[in-house]
C-alpha cells in the first residue's frame, strides 16, 4: 500500500464515536461527488482523470517533452497558482532540489509566479547562451504575473532564436477554445495542450498542466498516472477503512475542536514544494465564508530548530500531519570516528535515514506530548507511482473536507480582491472608480 493514513497518535485526542458521528456527513459528500450534485459539481472532471485522460494528448505530451529535451538546454515554465505549483513539486519530490545542478540534460526553471523583477532578470539571465524553449501555462490566458514574465521571454526568445524558430520552441497550456492565450497560439501556429474545462487550476497537475514539465524533467508520466489511478481504486469506495476520508474526518472533527491550523510536516526536503502545493489545494478550496483550518507546513528536522519551540509549547491552535517517507531516494551509511572527537559515534555503523526516522519519532512523542494531536500519511517512496497516489489522495481528502465544511472547495472567490485593487492602482480601464477610493484610504 504506497499511500496509507495512520491515525494510531490521534487516539487520546480524538474518540472512535466521533468518527462515528461524522461518518454519515462523509458518506453524503461521497454520493455528492459520486453523482455530481454537490457544490462545483462542474469541476469534478480529476475524479475520474487518471483514467480517463486524453490518451491522444498523452502521447504529444511525451513527443513535445522529447523534441524539448533534445533542442534545448533550459525550459521556462511560466504560470502560477495551479498553473505552477504541482509541477514543481512533482519534479522535486521525484528528482529532488537540485535536479537542476545534478542533472547533465535539460534545466527547468519556473517562473511568471511573481511579479519581481528581480526573479524576472534572474531567470533572463539563466537563458543567457542557451537554447531554450517555454511552456506558458495559464487556463484563463489573462493571469498578470503569467502574462507579464511571458510577455518579455517570448521576446527574448525571438530575438534569439528569430519569430519562426520561436512559434516552434514555445508551448501553450491553455482553455481549449477560449482565452487571449488560446488565440495568440492559434494565430502564431504554436504547439497547445488543454486544461480540462471541468479540472480547477489546482486539481490539475495531473493534466498537461503538470505534465509536460513533469515528463521534460525525464519523470514517468505513466507511473505517475497509474498512482493516481490506484489512488482512485483505493480511496474511491466509502468507507470507515477509507483513508482518505479518515484524513478528512480527523482534519474536520480536529476544526470542530477548536484547532485552526494544520500543520504538513515532512522530514524530506524534496517535500518542501509538495507542501507549497498541498497549502494551495487546502487554502484555496476550504478557506471561504470565514471558515476553514489554515494550512501550513514544515520541513524537519530543519523547522525544528525555527517552528519546533511553537509547536511544542505555543498556542495550542494547530494539530499535525506528518508525510512519513518510508524508502528514501538515497541514503547514507554513517561510519564510525576513530577518537569520537564530536562524540557523534552513538550515531555510527547505521544508515542515516534511522537516524532521521528517530527524530520522526522522538518528535511525533514530544509533540503529542505537548497537546498536539498528530497523524501520519504513510507515502512507500516519492517516486512517480507514490506522489501520483498521494495527490490523488490529498485531492479526495480535500473535496470531502470542502462538503464537510459547507463550503464549494472548487472555486476561489476570494483570490479576485487583491487583482481588483491592483488593477485599479495601476490604472487599468474600467477601474476608475475604485482607483480614486483607494488612493484616498492609501493617504495618510
Ligand atoms: O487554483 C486556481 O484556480 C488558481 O490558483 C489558478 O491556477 C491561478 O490563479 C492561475 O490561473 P490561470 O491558470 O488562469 O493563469
Given at each position: 500500500?504506497a499511500?496509507k493514513?495512520n491515525?494510531k497518535h490521534?487516539?487520546k485526542f480524538i474518540?472512535p464515536?466521533?468518527?462515528?458521528?461524522?461518518?454519515p456527513q462523509v458518506?453524503?459528500a461521497h454520493?455528492?461527488?459520486?453523482t455530481k450534485?454537490?457544490?462545483?459539481?462542474d469541476?469534478?472532471g480529476?475524479l475520474?482523470l487518471p483514467?480517463?485522460?486524453d490518451?491522444?494528448e498523452?502521447?504529444?505530451?511525451?513527443e513535445?517533452a522529447k523534441?524539448?529535451?533534445?533542442?534545448?538546454?533550459?525550459?521556462l515554465?511560466?504560470g502560477?497558482g495551479?498553473?505552477?505549483?504541482g509541477?514543481?513539486a512533482?519534479?522535486?519530490a521525484?528528482?529532488?532540489?537540485?535536479h537542476n545542478?545534478l542533472d547533465?540534460?535539460l534545466?527547468i526553471?519556473?517562473c511568471?509566479n511573481?511579479?519581481s523583477p528581480?526573479?524576472?532578470?534572474?531567470?533572463?539571465?539563466?537563458t543567457k547562451?542557451k537554447r531554450?524553449?517555454i511552456?506558458?501555462?495559464?487556463k484563463?490566458?489573462?493571469?498578470?504575473?503569467?502574462?507579464?514574465a511571458f510577455?518579455?521571454l517570448?521576446k527574448?526568445?525571438e530575438?534569439s532564436v528569430g519569430?519562426?524558430e520561436a512559434?516552434k520552441?514555445i508551448y501553450a497550456?491553455?482553455?481549449r477554445a477560449?482565452?487571449t492565450?488560446?488565440?495568440l497560439?492559434?494565430?502564431q501556429?504554436?504547439?497547445?495542450?488543454?486544461?480540462p474545462?471541468d479540472?480547477g487550476g489546482r486539481?490539475?497537475?495531473?493534466t498537461?498542466v503538470?505534465?509536460?514539465?513533469i515528463?521534460?524533467?525525464?519523470?514517468?508520466?505513466?507511473e505517475?498516472m497509474?498512482?493516481?489511478?490506484?489512488g482512485r481504486e483505493k480511496f474511491?469506495?466509502c468507507?470507515?477503512d477509507n483513508d482518505?476520508y479518515?484524513?478528512a474526518?480527523?482534519?474536520?472533527?480536529?476544526y470542530r475542536?477548536?484547532?485552526?491550523?494544520?500543520?504538513?510536516a515532512?522530514?524530506?526536503?524534496?517535500f518542501?514544494?509538495?507542501?507549497?502545493?498541498?497549502k494551495?489545494?487546502f487554502?484555496e478550496s476550504?478557506?471561504?465564508?470565514?471558515?476553514?483550518?489554515?494550512?501550513t507546513?514544515?520541513?524537519?528536522?530543519?523547522?525544528?530548530?525555527?517552528?519546533?519551540q511553537f509547536?511544542?509549547?505555543?498556542?495550542?491552535?494547530m494539530f499535525?500531519?506528518y508525510?512519513?517517507?518510508k524508502?528514501?531516494?538515497?541514503d547514507?551509511?554513517i561510519?564510525?570516528?576513530?577518537?569520537?572527537f564530536?562524540?557523534l559515534?552513538?550515531?555510527?555503523?547505521?544508515n542515516?535515514?534511522?537516524?532521521?526516522r528517530?527524530?520522526?519519532e522522538g518528535?511525533?512523542?514530544?509533540?503529542?506530548?505537548g497537546g498536539?494531536?498528530?497523524g501520519?500519511i504513510?507515502?512507500?517512496?516519492?517516486?512517480?507511482?507514490d506522489i501520483?497516489e498521494l495527490?490523488?489522495f490529498?485531492w479526495k481528502?480535500?473535496a470531502?473536507?470542502?462538503y464537510l465544511?459547507?463550503?464549494n472547495p472548487?472555486?476561489?472567490?476570494?483570490?479576485?480582491?487583491?487583482k481588483?485593487?491592483?488593477?485599479?492602482?495601476?490604472g487599468?480601464p474600467?477601474?476608475?472608480?475604485?482607483?480614486a477610493?483607494?488612493?484616498?484610504?492609501l493617504?495618510?
Amino acid at each position: 500500500m504506497a499511500v496509507k493514513f495512520n491515525g494510531k497518535h490521534l487516539a487520546k485526542f480524538i474518540r472512535p464515536e466521533e468518527y462515528e458521528a461524522i461518518y454519515p456527513q462523509v458518506e453524503l459528500a461521497h454520493k455528492q461527488l459520486e453523482t455530481k450534485t454537490g457544490f462545483g459539481n462542474d469541476f469534478l472532471g480529476w475524479l475520474d482523470l487518471p483514467v480517463t485522460y486524453d490518451k491522444e494528448e498523452f502521447a504529444r505530451i511525451k513527443e513535445a517533452a522529447k523534441k524539448i529535451r533534445s533542442d534545448s538546454d533550459v525550459l521556462l515554465v511560466a504560470g502560477i497558482g495551479g498553473s505552477y505549483l504541482g509541477a514543481r513539486a512533482v519534479v522535486e519530490a521525484v528528482r529532488g532540489l537540485y535536479h537542476n545542478e545534478l542533472d547533465d540534460g535539460l534545466k527547468i526553471y519556473f517562473c511568471g509566479n511573481t511579479i519581481s523583477p528581480t526573479a524576472l532578470n534572474d531567470i533572463i539571465k539563466l537563458t543567457k547562451g542557451k537554447r531554450f524553449s517555454i511552456n506558458v501555462i495559464s487556463k484563463s490566458g489573462t493571469t498578470t504575473e503569467t502574462a507579464l514574465a511571458f510577455r518579455v521571454l517570448r521576446k527574448l526568445l525571438e530575438d534569439s532564436v528569430g519569430p519562426e524558430e520561436a512559434n516552434k520552441r514555445i508551448y501553450a497550456t491553455t482553455d481549449r477554445a477560449k482565452g487571449t492565450l488560446k488565440q495568440l497560439a492559434n494565430e502564431q501556429g504554436w504547439p497547445t495542450f488543454v486544461v480540462p474545462d471541468d479540472v480547477g487550476g489546482r486539481y490539475s497537475v495531473l493534466t498537461a498542466v503538470g505534465l509536460l514539465p513533469i515528463a521534460c524533467a525525464g519523470i514517468d508520466i505513466d507511473e505517475l498516472m497509474q498512482g493516481a489511478a490506484d489512488g482512485r481504486e483505493k480511496f474511491g469506495k466509502c468507507s470507515m477503512d477509507n483513508d482518505a476520508y479518515r484524513y478528512a474526518m480527523t482534519r474536520n472533527i480536529l476544526y470542530r475542536k477548536g484547532k485552526s491550523v494544520e500543520t504538513l510536516a515532512c522530514f524530506e526536503p524534496d517535500f518542501t514544494m509538495m507542501n507549497e502545493w498541498y497549502k494551495q489545494l487546502f487554502g484555496e478550496s476550504e478557506g471561504k465564508d470565514q471558515k476553514g483550518l489554515m494550512p501550513t507546513s514544515c520541513i524537519f528536522s530543519t523547522d525544528l530548530h525555527s517552528m519546533g519551540q511553537f509547536l511544542q509549547d505555543g498556542s495550542r491552535v494547530m494539530f499535525e500531519t506528518y508525510v512519513d517517507v518510508k524508502n528514501t531516494r538515497e541514503d547514507f551509511y554513517i561510519e564510525p570516528l576513530e577518537g569520537n572527537f564530536d562524540g557523534l559515534n552513538f550515531l555510527a555503523e547505521q544508515n542515516m535515514s534511522v537516524v532521521n526516522r528517530k527524530a520522526m519519532e522522538g518528535t511525533i512523542l514530544a509533540h503529542t506530548d505537548g497537546g498536539v494531536p498528530l497523524g501520519i500519511i504513510e507515502v512507500d517512496s516519492l517516486n512517480a507511482h507514490d506522489i501520483g497516489e498521494l495527490i490523488y489522495f490529498f485531492w479526495k481528502a480535500c473535496a470531502v473536507s470542502g462538503y464537510l465544511l459547507s463550503v464549494n472547495p472548487f472555486d476561489q472567490p476570494g483570490v479576485e480582491s487583491y487583482k481588483k485593487n491592483m488593477f485599479a492602482l495601476l490604472g487599468k480601464p474600467g477601474y476608475e472608480d475604485r482607483k480614486a477610493e483607494l488612493e484616498a484610504k492609501l493617504q495618510d
